[in-house]
């Protein structure tokens, strides 16, 4: 396939009005402005990030104008997508805090400098500036019905939980940025595309033109889970290679073929070939480590991924991590053998039983070198074993 056609299939969920209509537009020669918006609510920019970030240097290397947006601005309302609760209020100066790595981050994957530079953009730079007469008449535009029927506010009314007034703007806000910025394309993960679509309207209506939405998958693995974002286990763009290697063959198998999908450019063919593989029976360690390798190099470089994956084998598969200084737990203070989550509590490393399981559910524990999937054992623990949580880690003695 071509440019263009990788563009708009491989690692694409779904394109508003339609893909034929952006094709359209694409093969005509046309160079469209367009953005994605990251609101700094964490420090880190993580390989879910990733997904949408590879796109945008698509459109870019095809000379497209692409706008890396900060949303200074909306990240101290808080976005209620795929919330069961209200985020909680941030302040500017955190807000900024945590906007202040970004570009070096996004540089693993973004180009902001040379021939087609992409562009930093603050969303505060138009949002707070406008008067509270201007923020009604975008409310004018929108109806609460359309606002109470999204699928997170349904939840909350059903458990009696609150939804703060607050929340019903901020789709306003991340549309308006759209209308600012006068863009022809909008690109963002697919938990995004009520806030989106919401842009697309106020492009219609505010500028009379087009404004298309493509919307990409979440990275997760095949029970839902989000991959990036477990508990103390954010698998950063930035982080140290031997971490992030390490980080990478602690994700469960069925975290493999989503992974070389939309973070490589493997040949679909030949994930497909390896899908095959596995499903009859073929040891998954040796995909993963293709995989780790692969994505450590395309964030550093081959000499460090090399480097990254001879220190995960010498460290863990030849059994050299348990020999190291670990902290150490006697076995006689388990209260239990085989309830993972009882554990996970009695070493320390699980703050209570809930909490455990949120991370036995996050594919975030292994004992030795096992990922533990559910909250019983099929057999117990013993003398020697290594309880592992993302970096924390301790020894049974």
């Known amino acids: ?59 870019q290397e095809l000379g497209h104008k692409v706008i890396f947006l900060i949303g200074d601005f909306t990240a101290t309302i808080g976005d209620p997508s795929g919330k069961t609760g209200a985020r909680p209020i941030l302040t500017r100066e955190k807000v900024l805090e945590n906007a202040k790595e970004y570009k070096r981050q996004a540089s693993k994957i973004l180009r902001f400098d040379g021939n087609n530079p992409i562009q930093i953009l603050f969303n505060s730079d138009w949002l707070s500036k406008l008067s509270f ?19 997170m506010f349904q939840e909350r009314i059903k458990h009696g939980d609150q939804i703060g007034l607050h929340e019903f703007l901020y789709p306003l806000m991340v549309g308006y940025d759209s209308v600012a910025m006068n863009v022809d394309l909008e690109l963002g993960g697919s938990d995004q595309t009520f806030n989106m679509l919401a842009g697309r309207k106020l492009v219609s209506q505010m500028l009379h033109k087009e404004k298309f939405v493509m919307t990409v998958p979440l990275l997760t693995d095949a029970k839902g889970t989000k991959i990036g974002k477990t508990e103390d286990n954010i698998i950063g763009l930035t982080d140290a290679p031997n971490d992030f290697f390490g980080k990478i063959m602690s994700l469960g198998d069925d975290a493999i073929l989503p992974c070389f999908t939309l973070l490589t450019d493997l040949p679909m063919e030949q994930i497909e070939e390896m899908k095959k593989k596995m499903e009859h029976g073929d040891n998954p360690m040796a995909f993963k480590k293709h995989l780790a390798f692969e ?93 592992k949580v993302g970096k924390k880690a301790v020894k049974l003695v």
């Open 1 to 59: 396939m071509d440019a263009i056609e990788e563009l708009l299939t491989r690692g694409v969920d779904k394109i508003y009005p339609s893909r034929e209509a952006l094709e359209k537009v694409l093969r005509s020669g046309k160079k469209i402005k367009l953005y994605q918006g990251f609101d700094p609510t964490g420090a880190h920019l993580h390989i879910g990030h990733a997904v949408a970030m590879r796109k945008l240097r698509q459109f």
């Open 133 to 151: 007469a201007d923020v009604i008449g975008l409310a004018t535009r929108f109806t609460v019905q359309q606002m109470i029927e999204r699928d």
């Open 295 to 387: 994505l450590t190099k395309l964030l550093n470089t081959q000499l460090e991924a090399n480097t990254a994956q001879n220190e995960f084998e010498t460290r863990f598969q030849k059994g050299n991590l348990a020999q190291s200084s670990l902290p150490t737990v006697p076995v006689t203070a388990l209260s239990s053998f085989t309830s993972v989550s009882s554990i996970l509590v009695d070493v320390g490393i699980g703050e209570s039983k809930s909490k455990a399981k949120q991370l036995i559910d996050q594919h975030a524990v292994r004992i030795n070198d096992t990922l533990i999937t559910s909250e019983s054992l099929s057999s117990e623990v013993h003398t020697g074993d290594i309880i």
